[in-house]
């Protein structure tokens, strides 16, 4: 059964940083794609940076230079560094897995049950 729990989550000030981490478990996590998704209320769920079994990333647009992701293969565990948070980053955070390589996509297989981020003006 695979598992993907996020943790990270919080509120901060326009500006400030944030490091998500989802720690999964259940699959062979080294050949796994893995990405972040967030959605904000009313909006579509959107992908915000995704990570290939050779370490390659893919950004949205709107986070490029401000987030980073990674991950930890000792630990299982991928990351999202979020810097230089802004009011429209507020949403619902995702981790997302799959054998399959989606990119930005919504399609993987498994999901995590989100952590809320909330940046204030």
């Known amino acids: 059964q695979v598992q993907l729990v996020e943790s990270g989550g919080g509120s901060v000030q326009a500006g400030g940083s944030l490091r998500l981490s989802c720690a999964a478990s259940?699959?062979?996590?080294?050949?796994?794609?893995m990405a972040w998704f967030r959605q904000a209320p009313g909006k579509e769920r959107e992908g915000v940076a995704a990570?290939?079994?050779?370490?390659?990333?893919t950004y949205t647009d709107s986070v490029k230079g401000r987030f980073t992701i990674s991950k930890d293969n000792a630990k299982n565990t991928l990351y999202l560094q979020m810097n230089s948070l802004k009011p429209e980053d507020t949403a619902m955070y995702y981790c997302?897995?799959?054998?399959?390589?989606?990119?930005?996509?919504?399609?993987?297989?498994?999901w995590g049950q989100g952590t809320q981020v909330t940046v204030s003006s």
């Open positions: 990570l290939d079994s050779e370490g390659s990333t």
């Open positions: 997302a897995a799959d054998r399959r390589w989606w990119s930005l996509l919504p399609e993987y297989n498994y």
């Open positions: 259940g699959y062979t996590y080294l050949r796994a794609y």
